[in-house]
Structures are given as structure tokens and as C-alpha cells.
């Protein structure tokens, strides 16, 4: 027998750093999840990661206010601000360059994201260009 499912959930949520608070509260208390004891399972899955990285998860609640939820890898964007040192991106693409990243480095960014789920198809030279593209459209440049 199957549950139905209740809701689902998207959020973003800082590695080992779940706690209570408003903006977990307003995603998963329509949906009847404990927010404590999400916080502590999230922070259990997530303490050998970065302290701080931004790790979205999508949760799906049950009617039995049982739930599951899914954690992906940080946003790419991320990880290019990690690598070039960075605070943020240009305000102006194609003009101002804020930094750069080496071609190693995109290519060990898209072994990570390759983990996800939904990219295991995708063969890693699709996923460099796309991951150059985000770089171009931050201002940082290639080397």
C-alpha cells in the first residue's frame, strides 16, 4: 500500500547549518514535517561537506506526515565564485571581467555536478560549456 504525497518542497539550506528558523518553517510546516528533526537528519547527511555551502533540496511530505527529501550539489555559480575568489559576478557580461578560472578547474567543477541525479546522462563536454557559459555570464574569464 502507498502513501499519497502531501506536498513538495524546494528550499536551500546551508551545509550542517539547518536549523529551525522562518524560512525552513514557512516551506515545510504546511506540509506537517518536523522542522527539528529535519534539520538534525539534513545536518547528519551534510557534516563531511563544506561548512556554509548552499545545498538545495527538494523534500516530498506524505500524508502519514512521513517525508523524504533529496539534497543536490551547491548551484554552479557557487563554485565559480569559490575558485576565482570572488564576491559576486559583473554587473556588466561581455564587458567587465571580475576574475578568472582555469580550464581544470570548470572541468573538476563539472565532475561534481555530474553526481546530481538528473545530469548522470549528460556527457562532461556539455556540461563544461554550460559551466564556461555561467563563467562568461558572470564576468569571469577563461584561461
Known amino acids: 500500500m502507498s502513501v499519497a504525497i502531501k506536498g513538495l518542497a524546494k528550499i536551500r539550506v546551508l551545509s550542517g547549518q539547518a536549523q529551525p528558523s522562518p524560512a525552513i518553517g514557512q516551506a515545510l510546516g504546511p ?3 518536523n ?3 529535519f534539520c538534525k537528519k539534513f545536518n547528519d547527511q551534510t557534516k563531511t561537506l563544506t561548512p556554509g555551502m ?3 533540496v527538494t523534500l516530498t511530505a506524505f500524508e502519514d506526515r512521513t517525508y523524504e527529501f533529496k539534497t543536490k550539489t551547491p548551484p554552479t555559480m557557487w563554485f565559480l565564485k ?3 575568489g570572488v564576491q559576486k559576478g559583473t554587473t556588466h557580461p561581455g564587458k567587465t571581467v571580475v576574475g578568472e578560472v582555469s580550464s581544470k578547474q570548470i572541468y573538476e567543477i563539472a565532475k561534481i555536478k555530474l553526481q546530481d541525479e538528473h545530469m548522470q546522462h549528460i556527457p562532461i563536454e556539455s556540461v563544461c560549456k554550460s559551466i564556461k557559459s555561467t563563467a562568461t555570464s558572470m564576468g569571469l574569464k577563461t584561461v
Open 35 to 37: 522542522m527539528v528533526e
Open 82 to 84: 569559490q575558485v576565482a
Open 54 to 56: 548552499p545545498i538545495p
Open 31 to 33: 506540509l506537517g514535517v
